[in-house]
């Protein structure tokens, strides 16, 4: 199965909810319940592999075009748009030719980058709108810590989408694990689901494979540097828990 991207562009687009859900708060902190408010609806129903695009305020379909590098007519006709005027913060828009734009995971030269850190978020539902929820409310200032999410069909996404978080977009040091030195040149990725109980969807795995293999051309990240949260030396933690399927997926890198 193909995974599915979804740009995050900022903080915006983490916007606060109105009903009560539990909140995963992943292994960067605890989980916590937060009032919500149900997200824009998602399109209909995406071919395999679609990726969709969350509007935050200022972008325009030119803009978004750009970015996946398909043309702003064939997005409004992907999503009915009659009037470029249409465009609203918080619409989740689908991204056409996604074989095209699949591959336009935002890579940015950057030689900060030397490990690839792997987390579950410790709670079966949840999106990186919810963590990012959690971590604000336990302090950390620039929301979400993790730059990538990976979700699991719950919350209002789909399974094996891949979440762009802002501090990966602004190549910003994490807040995902604060030993090794892994926040400030480790790539911090986050599984939506409570790995100590049941393992990743296949989608997932899918997704994660994809996207460190991304990373690790780019940016020449040998598989001894993908690890797990608990690897790293100075931290006593089970994430990302006993269920993910390590060994087979590291196989899958080599």
Same mark, same amino acid.
């Given at each position: 199965?193909?995974?599915?991207?979804?740009?995050?562009?900022?903080?915006?687009?983490?916007?606060?909810?109105?009903?009560?859900?539990?909140?995963?708060?992943?292994?960067?902190?605890?989980?916590?319940? /937060?009032?919500? +408010?149900?997200?824009?609806?998602?399109?209909?129903?995406?071919?395999?592999?679609? /990726?969709?695009?969350?509007?935050? &305020?200022?972008?325009?379909?030119?803009?978004?075009?750009?970015?996946?590098?398909?043309?702003?007519?064939?997005? *409004?006709?992907?999503?009915? /748009?009659?009037?470029?005027?249409?465009?609203?913060?918080? !619409?989740?828009?689908?991204?056409?030719?996604?074989?095209? $734009?699949?591959?336009?995971? &935002?890579?940015?030269?950057?030689?900060?980058?030397?490990?690839?850190?792997?987390?579950?978020?410790? *709670?079966?539902?949840?999106?990186?709108?919810? =963590?990012?929820?959690?971590? +604000?409310?336990?302090?950390?200032?620039?929301?979400?810590?993790?730059?990538?999410? =990976?979700?699991?069909?719950? $919350?209002? +996404?789909?399974?094996?989408?891949?979440?762009?978080?802002?501090?990966? /977009?602004?190549?910003?040091?994490?807040? %995902?694990?604060?030993?090794?030195?892994?926040?400030?040149?480790?790539?911090? =990725?986050?599984?939506?689901?409570?790995?100590?109980?049941?393992?990743?969807?296949?989608?997932?795995?899918?997704?994660?494979?994809?996207?460190?293999?991304?990373?690790?051309?780019?940016?020449? =990240? &040998?598989?001894?540097?993908?690890? +797990? %949260? !608990?690897?790293?030396?100075?931290?006593?933690?089970?994430?990302?828990?006993?269920?993910? &399927?390590? !060994?087979?997926?590291?196989?899958?890198?080599?």
């Amino acid at each position: 199965m193909k995974p599915v991207l979804n740009a995050l562009a900022g903080r915006t687009v983490l916007s606060p909810l109105l009903i009560v859900a539990v909140v995963a708060g992943g292994c960067a902190g605890p989980a916590q319940t /937060l009032p919500t +408010r149900p997200p824009a609806a998602l399109p209909g129903a995406l071919p395999a592999g679609a /990726l969709t695009h969350r509007v935050t &305020p200022g972008e325009t379909l030119w803009s978004i075009g750009r970015t996946y590098g398909v043309p702003y007519r064939e997005i *409004m006709r992907a999503n009915g /748009l009659a009037d470029p005027r249409e465009l609203a913060a918080g !619409r989740v828009l689908v991204i056409p030719r996604p074989e095209a $734009a699949r591959a336009k995971i &935002p890579l940015s030269p950057n030689p900060r980058w030397t490990h690839i850190v792997v987390h579950h978020s410790a *709670m079966p539902i949840g999106n990186a709108k919810r =963590i990012d929820r959690a971590h +604000r409310k336990q302090g950390f200032t620039k929301g979400l810590g993790y730059h990538f999410v =990976i979700d699991n069909g719950t $919350a209002n +996404r789909r399974d094996g989408e891949i979440e762009v978080g802002s501090r990966w /977009l602004r190549q910003q040091e994490g807040a %995902h694990c604060n030993a090794g030195g892994m926040n400030q040149h480790g790539i911090g =990725i986050c599984l939506v689901g409570d790995f100590t109980r049941r393992p990743p969807s296949p989608a997932q795995i899918d997704a994660l494979a994809y996207l460190v293999q991304q990373l690790r051309a780019y940016y020449r =990240i &040998p598989v001894s540097r993908v690890v +797990r %949260h !608990r690897d790293v030396p100075g931290k006593n933690t089970a994430c990302p828990g006993a269920r993910f &399927p390590w !060994r087979a997926f590291i196989a899958r890198l080599e």
